[in-house]
């Protein structure tokens, strides 16, 4: 079973071949230098770059494969959530292209793509169910329980911001640059004072699941603007915020996975999202895991955290796995939340 994957839904170009359940290539052509001029993502601009990219990307991945268009038997895309001009550029290309080879065409939620790529480079089983999952990226920041691949309960959501968005607007704020994660991560990690606790916890006292972080963000404007008038924003300052705000977002994440994972019992803990990619959500979580005897698992490689065309594949393969004879045509892979897959 050959399977052509694409994703499009933001900023990244990204083209995958697999074989079965196993990744044969997978090229992304990255926007990032084009939107750092903006601070963020156009999302006209970055449709446009998508149309200037799809078929180099496409011809590359397939010659790297050494197969041919024709040797495939199914092709999967991102159908949602995402920037909608992104998302049509890659739609448009895959059915026609399913139409013409006369396959069928799986479209993928890119959120549950994000959850199953914890299977790239890693067996069927050694991913143990039930399991408590937490997706954290620039528009999503969730916490999930899931029964098998594609059955997932909402535990939890975002009230305001996601926090790979509230990373982007300290970053701007700290004239970092675009993608904020990435950069406060490493200067954070350069940081070698005492953790203060200068950012206050959110939603405190309330037993919830759900996730704040606008006050942390008006938290770090007060506190830059504050230190910017009385002229003492150094270089060591920055380092100094950048840690105190990481540390307080990898709390809230932590602390509230850990207190699924004992309301629910379940051995194995799933990271999700390029916000997974941070180095300090990882090592606090496997930390706290370890305390109680649960296992805390992230992607494989760091490529498999990012926007990337064989998460959509991955979960295309899984759902053949599911559905032999294939996957119900109107059901977009891992879509809805209570639903106990659909
Ligand atoms: O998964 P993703 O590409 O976006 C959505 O699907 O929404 O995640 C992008 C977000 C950006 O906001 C970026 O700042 C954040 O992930 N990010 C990080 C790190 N690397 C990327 N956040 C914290 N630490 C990182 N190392
Ligand atoms: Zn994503």
């Not at 939620?109 to 408590?132: K, S, V």
């Not at 759900?210 to 938290?219: E, P, Q, T």
């Not at 840690?243 to 004992?262: D, G, N, Q």
């Not at 649960?294 to 992607?299: D, K, Y």
């Amino acid at each position: 079973m050959k399977i052509l994957a694409f994703e499009t839904s933001c900023d990244d170009t990204s083209v995958a071949c697999f074989d079965g359940e196993s990744l044969l290539s997978l090229r992304t052509a990255s926007q990032t230098a084009e939107h750092a001029e903006t601070v963020g993502v156009v999302p006209e601009v970055a449709a446009r770059l998508h149309e200037a990219n799809v078929f180099d990307t496409l011809d590359e991945t397939i010659r790297e494969a050494g197969l041919t268009l024709r040797d495939f038997d199914a092709i999967a895309v991102t159908a949602e959530p995402g920037l909608m001009p992104s998302l049509l550029v890659w739609l448009a290309v895959a059915k026609t292209l399913a139409h013409e080879l006369g396959i069928p065409m799986l479209r993928i939620n890119h959120i549950h793509a994000h959850i199953l790529a914890n299977y790239l480079g890693r067996g069927f089983d050694e991913i143990r169910y039930p399991l408590i999952c937490l997706t954290v990226s620039g528009g999503h920041n969730e916490l999930y329980r899931l029964d098998s691949p594609f059955e997932k309960t909402l535990l939890g959501r975002t009230r305001d911001d996601a926090s790979g968005e509230a990373f982007d607007k300290v970053a701007k704020m700290l004239g970092l640059g675009y993608p904020g994660g990435p950069v406060i991560s490493r200067l954070a990690a350069e940081y070698t004072g005492e953790f203060r606790g200068i950012f206050p916890e959110s939603l405190r006292g309330e037993e919830t699941f759900d996730f704040s972080f606008s006050g942390l963000k008006s938290a770090a404007r007060r506190e830059i603007e504050e230190r910017e008038a009385a002229d003492r924003l150094s270089d060591d300052d920055v380092r100094e915020i950048c840690y105190e705000f990481e540390s307080r977002i990898v709390e809230e994440l932590v602390s509230r996975t850990i207190r699924a994972v004992r309301m629910h019992g379940v051995g194995t803990i799933l990271l999700a999202g390029w916000v997974s990619a941070s180095n300090m959500l990882v090592s606090r979580m496997t930390q706290e895991a370890e305390k109680i005897g649960v296992v805390s698992l992230a992607p494989t490689k760091k490529m498999y955290s990012t926007d990337n065309a064989a998460m959509i594949g991955i979960a295309a393969a899984l759902a053949y796995r599911e559905y032999p004879d294939g996957p119900p045509a109107d059901w977009i892979i891992g879509s809805g939340s209570d639903l106990g897959g659909r």
